[in-house]
């Protein structure tokens, strides 16, 4: 008998806000801006892309797009996906 993988998707496991917060405290953290509009995509899933392309006024596909790995986000999408998703971009000085 074959054994069977389910692909892992991490949307499933951002059940909280603190979950939420330290997803994508992780993925600023990296630096890299195409991992951070994945991430931020992920977090759109997990919520509900379709409540958050109500919220934006942006399509779904637009979101999908813009927020998948090749996709390439403008600061205004990112900033309205946050804003949606009730988070704000803070910055801070390094310890």
């Known amino acids: 008998m074959a054994e069977r993988f389910t ?7 951002l059940t909280s806000d603190s979950a939420i917060a330290a ?3 992780a993925a600023f953290e990296t630096g890299d801006s195409a991992y951070v ?5 992920v977090v759109a899933r997990a919520k509900g892309m379709g409540q958050i392309a ?3 006024g942006l399509s779904r596909e637009q979101l999908y797009r813009s927020l998948s790995e090749d996709g390439n ?3 205004k999408t990112m900033l309205a996906v946050m804003q949606a998703l009730g988070l704000e971009l803070s910055a801070k000085i390094p310890a």
Do not use: W
Not at 7 to 13: K, L, M, S, T, V
């Open 7 to 13: 692909e892992f998707d991490p949307a499933d496991y």
């Open 23 to 25: 997803f994508l405290d």
């Open 37 to 41: 509009a994945k991430a931020l995509g």
């Open 73 to 75: 986000p403008t600061l």
């Open 54 to 56: 109500d919220k934006t």
